[in-house]
């Protein structure tokens, strides 16, 4: 999966990433199994096609992940081929942490529990002010946690309703960097490899980095993957395979 042609011999103490382009389980089964140390995922849910039929996501249309439409949706029928991946990927005593709607929640955590994961509950992203919907207007989307074995949080006082306002004309659903920064503080430690197969614009790889751990990202869209790798550079991190994948 990884391009070792020009690492240096001695790994770098900074955090590190790996950027590559293509479809999520396809990347997913090119990483060795028990390799990762936390999967944090959002992937463009299929019920945003229903919002976007109703024209509640119109501005969302024209977006810089495409020339012309928003990024296309990954179905739910691939949960089972996505969820089977991340749980090989993963190392012993690790979380899955999923971003996802209400609705995209019932599909996908039994699929994940047969795919041998436990489902621990879902935490709550409050975006502090409402959004789209005429049925109780959308405050909140869910994220989904999920463990494989057994690992203790590292804070046990962390509530499970995160606040952080959403990102206005950011990429199109772009999650605030905070609220994965919360995820990759419970879940890992300094030097560990945090994995997003649907990185977007890289969010979950800027809080991991901001943590000092290393980053592996996957998306469909060369757009993204652009933004990605400019934002963790800013961020700090050296764009070289993290030493535990030389
Ligand atoms: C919901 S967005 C991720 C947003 C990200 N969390 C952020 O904060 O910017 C989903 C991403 O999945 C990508 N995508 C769509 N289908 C994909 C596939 N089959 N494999 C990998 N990425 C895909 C899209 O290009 C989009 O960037």
Not at 38 to 58: C, F, M, W
Not at 78 to 90: D, I
Not at 100 to 127: M, N, Q, S, V, Y
Not at 172 to 178: N, Q
Request: glycine share 6%; net charge neutral.
């Amino acid at each position: 999966m990884l391009n070792h042609d020009s690492l240096p011999a001695h790994p770098s103490p900074l955090p590190c990433f790996s950027l590559r382009q293509g479809d999520a389980v396809d990347w997913l089964r090119a990483i060795p199994a028990a390799s990762l140390d936390l999967v944090i995922t959002d992937p463009p849910y299929e019920s945003l096609e229903k919002h976007r039929a109703v024209g509640t996501t119109t501005r969302l249309k024209h977006s810089k992940a495409s020339s012309n439409d928003w990024f296309k949706i990954f179905p739910n029928a691939r949960f089972g081929e996505l969820f089977a991946e991340v749980y090989r990927v993963l190392k012993k005593n690790t979380h899955f942490y999923l971003f996802c709607d209400h609705e995209t929640g019932f599909h996908a955590k039994p699929i994940a529990e047969a795919a041998g994961f436990r489902f621990w509950k879902p935490l709550i992203w409050d975006k502090k002010r409402i959004g789209m919907g005429y049925h109780y207007r959308a405050r909140y989307e869910f994220i989904l946690f999920f463990e494989k074995g057994k690992r203790r949080l590292n804070d046990l006082s962390i509530p499970d309703i995160i606040e952080a306002p959403r990102i206005h004309r950011g990429y199109p659903t772009e999650k605030p960097v905070e609220v994965s920064e919360i995820l990759v503080e419970q879940s890992s430690q300094h030097g560990d490899v945090v994995a997003d197969p649907f990185c977007g614009s890289g969010s979950a790889g800027v809080a991991a980095v901001h943590h000092g751990r290393h980053f592996l990202g996957n998306d469909i869209c060369a757009e993204a993957l652009e933004i990605t790798r400019e934002r963790l550079l800013t961020a700090g991190a050296k764009d070289r395979v993290p030493a535990p994948f030389q």
